[in-house]
């Protein structure tokens, strides 16, 4: 079936540690995104990517960086400038622009983490 | 100024009632498409159902409707006959022709009270 992995499920940062959250998708899908999801503020955009070897800044990309070197991959680290890493991220692709509007989101099952 | 707007943090409603979910939106794209999401307490995100701007009537998935109304730039979800399972939080969102993002509001945690 296609879909979309993260993992880990659970991840633990340290102070001053860089961590690497996983995203592969298998739906062929162009774009990719990476959200962050805290309590009571909904889902806010931290990096997208529309093409291999392309990205774009979201809302809140301070701290955080990202690759695209496969379609099907689209990596988020969190640096150790990011100084509130706790929260729970949710990674999603979709076709992009251009194609069909009405194209959802899919979204994999995300991953939570949190600091030591 | 923010593209979608959910103004409900929470709702209750008791079981086999139905019960509306607002959002409103704000852009100048004439075509953009708007989508509902369900996120249960484990945490993924279910898709719900789509209204496209130029959509003459109002999408229904099964329990679920969508109630647009473009003049006022409102996007209500309409949950029929609720059920237990469907407390959960629930999110609009919304895509613009002219660029890639998805927008979404802040969410509304849905209880349904037996």
């Known amino acids: 079936d296609g879909g979309i992995t993260q993992s880990p499920k659970y991840l633990f940062r340290k102070e001053g540690q860089n961590v690497t959250l996983s995203c592969e998708q298998n739906l062929n899908h162009d774009a990719m995104y990476w959200y962050r999801q805290d309590p009571g503020q909904g889902l806010r955009l931290i990096y997208y990517s529309q093409i291999v070897n392309d990205f774009q800044k979201g809302d809140i990309a301070e701290g955080y960086s990202v690759s695209r070197e496969k379609k099907e991959s689209f990596p988020l680290t969190v640096t150790s400038a990011q100084k509130n890493p706790t929260a729970f991220y949710l990674c999603a692709s979709s076709t992009p622009r251009g194609t069909v509007l009405g194209e959802k989101l899919f979204f994999g099952s995300g991953t939570q983490l949190s600091v030591l | ?47 719900l159902i789509y209204q496209g701007s130029y959509d003459q009537q109002n999408a229904t998935e099964g329990r679920y409707s969508l109630n647009f109304q473009k003049a006022r730039k409102s996007a209500n979800l309409v949950i029929s006959a609720s059920q237990l399972g469907d407390s959960a939080m629930y999110f609009c969102a919304m895509r613009e022709a002219l660029g890639n993002q998805f927008y979404f509001g802040t969410g509304t945690s849905l209880t349904v009270i037996p």
């Open chain 2, 1 to 47: 100024a923010q593209k979608i707007t959910q103004t409900q943090p929470g709702m209750f409603v008791q079981e086999k009632e139905a019960v509306t979910l607002d959002c409103t939106y704000d852009t100048s794209d004439p075509s953009y498409g708007l989508f509902w999401y369900k996120q249960p307490s484990s945490g993924e995100m279910i898709f």
